[in-house]
């Protein structure tokens, strides 16, 4: 407690189990707050967001054996969005390993997968640099989650001098030849159409200022990349198109990975050059981009048409969405719901989407200034606990979150963690009784007369919310829509509006990349 408290962490996401509890004891009288959580991985998402809004290591504590396997399908999200995450779990006794003991598992070998580094604690005295280390290493160079699993014996053993802390090194610059430096810019320069593409940590907190810095310096366009659909993110709208026409693109911590098809046609040109600058465990991704940014300013960049045409291809609404935005149907299209929240990020809401059909018209339709989705994990069922950390870390500002009926089963009872705590989220559920992104999968590849299992309810889940103590809200009708979400935020409590949508498939765009 004495090095976590050490190290400015605030919060432990956590779900209780007996191998833990001498750690909740540690709390009592400590600055840290728990923040129990109603399964492992919800504590995970939470201590995700934490890590993607803060840029600090969010940090999550769970028990052993069920506790850390629960805990680790949501370090997958973490992992993928280069998220700094600690994860701690409690672990059987030492002296009982390979006997049966109660719990017992390869928790570090189940974590490491998904993790940058996971290790079993050793000695009660190095347990101050475990945590030292575990969080250095969670925000260091490319960020990611780092598991330490604690046996239970070491948790009740006395410490002989107190943790010691040990002071981290900084992250060593990253070792950039000058002459691979001043080539990039030499082929940034000489290019018609270059264009920078991020990975999801390049895309955020001080990464991102240096990127912008030579972005702006440049006149060079930049994607941030952190959609699981890749070149399909509904968020660049037609400017995925705008992929094919560039003829030199540098990656900046981002991989040549599905979610840019790999680099081939017909997301790009075959004739396009890539310039691919990333990041390891050890070195700092913005000292990396700095380096580039130094040369670059030898240099005088101009304004081009290039740029304003992949800006403006982006910020466009499709035509005929300003019809769907007005429109009195329903069951209701998401573009029309989206237009009532719209009103809301403008003054300042955090948007919190997960995935699914609906998800993607949501990241298609809503600007935010604040926003936090799924990620690359292509995970769903994260938004309700990323929310909820979103409401802790900016306690003055409205959080919404979009998502699927589907995904809401996932982590619903977070509702009771939110109210527990106090933090008022306002959840809107796009609801069309089905699983639709699978089902618009099996029309698209099986033909709609074999569209089979991804069918639900047409649930109340506001009643879910409302039984919990929260707010809920049944919208079927368009106009009901913008007064259910006034009073929504209104009441102050933690709020469901489940609303009445028609089922479409994710929306294309001009230029959009098939699939396959
Ligand atoms: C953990 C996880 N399980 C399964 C999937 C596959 N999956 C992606 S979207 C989706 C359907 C989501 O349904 P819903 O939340 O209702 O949103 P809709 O697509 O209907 O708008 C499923 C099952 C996934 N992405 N992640
Ligand atoms: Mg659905």
Redesign the pocket.
């Known amino acids: 407690m004495d090095a976590l408290a050490a190290h400015g962490v605030k919060h432990l996401f956590t779900l209780s189990g007996n191998q833990i509890l001498s750690i909740y004891d540690a709390t009592v009288g400590s600055n840290i707050a728990l923040v129990h959580t109603r399964h492992e991985a919800a504590a995970v998402h939470m201590a995700d967001a934490w890590g993607r809004l803060t840029d600090q290591p969010g940090v999550a504590l769970v028990t052993a054996g069920p506790g850390h396997c629960n805990a680790i399908?949501a370090l997958y999200g973490a992992l993928m969005s280069e998220s700094p995450v600690v994860l701690l779990s409690g672990h059987a006794p030492r002296g009982q390993l390979g006997t049966g003991a109660f719990q017992e598992m390869d928790q570090v070998g189940a974590a490491r997968p998904v993790t940058k580094a996971a290790w079993l604690a050793e000695s009660v005295d190095a347990l101050g640099d475990d945590i030292a280390r575990a969080l250095a290493l969670a925000t260091s160079g490319r960020p990611g989650p780092v598991h330490v699993s604690l046996p239970g014996d070491l948790l009740e053993a006395m410490a002989g001098n107190g943790p010691r802390l040990v002071a981290q090194a900084p992250p060593a610059a990253m070792d950039l030849s000058v002459a691979a430096v001043r080539e990039t810019i030499g082929l940034l320069a000489g290019a018609r159409r270059p264009l920078i593409i991020t990975g999801p940590a390049m895309g955020r907190g001080k990464r991102w200022r240096v990127v912008a810095a030579l972005a702006e310096l440049t006149q060079i366009p930049v994607l941030v990349m952190e959609s699981?659909r890749g070149v399909n993110d509904p968020s660049l709208r037609a400017a995925a198109a705008c992929l094919t026409e560039a003829d030199v693109v540098l990656l900046l911590g981002k991989k040549l990975d599905y979610t840019l098809r790999f680099g081939r046609p017909p997301a790009f040109a075959a004739d396009v050059r890539f310039v691919h600058v990333d990041f390891d465990a050890g070195t700092d991704p913005a000292a990396g981009v700095n380096a580039l940014l130094r040369v670059a300013r030898e240099r005088t960049w101009r304004r081009t048409e290039w740029r304003d045409e992949v800006e403006t291809a982006q910020r466009a609404l499709p035509p005929g969405w300003d019809r769907l935005q007005a429109s009195p149907r329903s069951p209701m299209h998401p573009v029309r719901l989206c237009a009532a929240l719209q009103p809301h990020l403008d003054r300042g809401a955090v948007l919190v989407s997960?995935?699914?059909?609906?998800?993607?018209?949501a990241q298609a339709a809503l600007v935010a200034q604040t926003r936090l989705i799924?990620g690359p994990?292509?995970?769903?069922?994260s938004a309700v606990p990323m929310a909820l950390t979103a409401k802790i870390v900016h306690p003055d500002r409205t959080v919404i979150t979009t998502?699927?009926?589907?995904?809401?089963g996932?982590h619903a009872l977070e509702f009771d963690t939110a109210l527990r705590y106090g933090l008022p989220i306002v959840a809107i559920i796009?609801?069309?009784a089905?699983?639709?992104?699978?089902?618009?999968l099996q029309i698209q590849h099986y033909g709609a007369e074999r569209t089979v299992g991804?069918e639900?309810l047409p649930s109340r889940y506001d009643r879910i919310v409302e039984a919990l103590g929260g707010h809920g809200e049944c919208v079927e009708q368009p106009e009901e829509l913008a007064p259910a979400v006034e009073r929504a935020i209104a009441s102050g409590r933690p709020a469901c509006v489940n609303v009445a949508?028609d089922?479409t498939a994710a929306p294309t765009f001009k230029g959009r990349v098939p699939a396959h």
């Open positions: 399908s699981p997960d995935g699914g059909e609906f998800g993607q018209w799924n994990s292509g995970s769903i069922g998502l699927g009926d589907g995904t809401f996932y796009g609801n069309d089905r699983w639709n992104a699978e089902y618009q991804c639900l949508i089922g």
